[in-house]
């Protein structure tokens, strides 16, 4: 966002792509549809934001990733939590600057108004703002100009709002070559690591402790519950591929918005022939989601109809019966998905009597229906069949108790200068703030040591490991503030800054202006996870 503020010339053309791209893709009809989508997904103070909106929302960046990426473009995005999270986000931020803008009582006034209209290069003509372009532009895309200049006023109050946030990210010369130097600092490094494993003894283990441990963990040996699956699957990437659009139907979709088709580096118009796979499978993927969201109802409807059989289903929809092999329930795939959501499911009650779920989408773009053909409930296993996982877990116990005691007398034998025989110490190496050689929450540790050198540290990872270093020294360059490696480095900071700042603002707008997302409404956009 700071980049685009900072780019003033440039603010405006990018407010109007966004305007512009929804309506041409989808049409006005598609803003201005009732029905169930404008139930809400989120409340900012006394405003909503609906499910159409974000709907539309997720369409306008969908169509622009498209456009961006042709053939390397993945549709499914369009339904991945992450990606409609992130919509979600930018559209209750962008409504929480609305509100305060509002509340600030920020105005824009005609004459700036005018001149950022004058601004757009679609809007001229021979380089003048042309009115009669102006007027031709809006009404192709359903838009009168009081309309448009309403949208535009208040994204221009936002604007003024927003800049001062953008421009407030500064950082002292002094401050910035210390924080570089920081970043860049290397420590010399050597580990050692020992398992929890290497001081288990199961020789050492009576028969009285492993049943003992096996009655107070019993929970842990329980053969799971095994399923066999029958499924059909509905592929939104499969109908896409036996659609084929007509010539018509990619004329139309071109001339809608001819502008969208512009070379970014000689700013003229792509032929409708050099664009034509690009809007064969944009045309193909919008079908593709349509006749998807279709089956969805239909499948959900034939399913419920069918009770406890699928072939009827996939009779009346041209499917294949698949099925799996008996496997534990906790790992069925299905098209090589893992789905949480089809887990759950199946530990329902009708699930396990063998009646049809309700269509699931494993992921974006794929549909199941769903019946259980054989189900074997848990089973509790016996004492001698659990004997050897019995053993192995109570050995690690006991060998991640002895360290945890033996730890810190190690440590203070290393720090007096012993050396010890148990542990295996790897080459030396040097480290940074990001390396990945290291555990991350061991860097942070290493980096927080402090001087003099040599320094020991022991550190307990989440598994009962522990990990020995020797901090041998550290190193941190000395630099120019013309030195490149600053500058780069400056303004990635100066990003960071700016946006702990961004952030800090967007939470004092959240308490003033409060949010609250319906997560039920989200789900139907996303993959379940």
């Not at 010339?9 to 989508?37: C, D, M, T, W």
């Not at 050198?453 to 503030?481: K, M, T």
Request: net charge negative; proline share 5%.
């Amino acid at each position: 966002m700071f980049e685009v503020i900072r780019k003033k010339k440039r603010i405006a053309q990018g407010i109007l792509l966004l305007l512009i791209l929804p309506f041409a893709f989808f049409g006005v009809e598609h803003y201005f549809s009732g029905g169930p989508n404008r139930l809400e997904v989120a409340k900012v103070g006394d405003t909503v934001v609906t499910v159409a909106e974000l709907q539309r929302a997720l369409e306008d960046r969908t169509a622009q990733l498209r456009q961006q990426f042709g053939a390397n473009f993945d549709v499914r995005i369009a339904r991945d939590p992450a990606f409609v999270e992130m919509i979600l986000r930018e559209l209750i931020e962008r409504r929480l600057i609305q509100a305060e803008a509002a509340r600030a009582r920020v105005v824009v006034t005609p004459e700036t108004l005018q001149r950022a209209i004058a601004s757009f290069e679609v809007f001229q003509q021979d380089g003048q703002f042309s009115y009669t372009r102006y007027e031709t532009v809006l009404r192709a895309q359903g838009l009168t100009p009081k309309a448009f200049e309403a949208m535009l006023a208040q994204d221009l109050a936002v604007q003024r709002l927003v800049e001062p946030i953008a421009q407030g990210a500064i950082v002292p010369r002094e401050q910035m070559l210390q924080l570089v130097a920081q970043q860049l600092e290397e420590r010399e490094v050597r580990v050692a690591v020992r398992t929890a494993l290497h001081e288990a003894d199961p020789a050492r283990l009576s028969e009285d402790d492993l049943r003992a441990y096996y009655e107070a963990n019993a929970s842990r040996y329980v053969e799971p519950a095994k399923v066999r699956l029958q499924y059909l699957l509905v592929d939104e990437a499969e109908i896409g591929r036996s659609l084929t659009p007509s010539e018509s139907d990619l004329r139309s979709l071109y001339e809608q918005a001819p502008e969208l088709f512009r070379d970014p580096a000689t700013q003229q118009l792509r032929a409708f022939a050099d664009v034509r796979e690009v809007l064969a499978d944009s045309w193909r993927a919008r079908q593709a989601r349509v006749r998807y969201g279709e089956l969805h109802e239909e499948l959900g409807n034939a399913v419920f109809e069918a009770i406890d059989r699928l072939d009827p289903v996939a009779e009346r929809f041209g499917l294949e019966i698949h099925e799996t092999g008996l496997v534990p329930l906790q790992e069925v795939e299905i098209a090589g998905v893992k789905s949480d959501k089809l887990i759950a499911a199946l530990q329902e009650a009708q699930a396990k009597e063998g009646q049809n779920l309700d269509p699931i989408e494993l992921e974006p773009g794929k549909l199941a229906a769903v019946r259980v053909a054989e189900y074997v409930p848990p089973r509790q296993m016996t004492f001698d069949e659990a004997r050897e996982r019995v053993t192995q877990d109570l050995a690690r116990e006991k060998g991640r108790e002895r360290l945890r005691e033996l730890a810190p007398l190690w440590l203070d034998r290393l720090t007096q200068g012993e050396a010890l025989p148990e542990l295996s110490w790897q080459p030396a190496r040097s480290v940074t703030r990001a390396s990945s050689v290291l555990p991350p929450e061991l860097v942070d540790e290493v980096f927080r040591a402090v001087a003099p050198w040599p320094r020991y540290l022991a550190w307990e990872a989440e598994n009962g490991d522990h990990w020995f270093v020797r901090i041998e020294g550290a190193r941190r360059p000395q630099l120019q503030a013309d030195d490149p490696m600053v500058r780069f480095a400056g303004e990635r900071i100066r990003s960071v800054v700016g946006n702990v700042e961004w952030r800090a603002w967007l939470r004092t707008l959240e308490a003033r202006h409060p949010v609250v997302i319906r997560r039920e409404a989200l789900q139907a956009l996303t993959t379940a996870q």
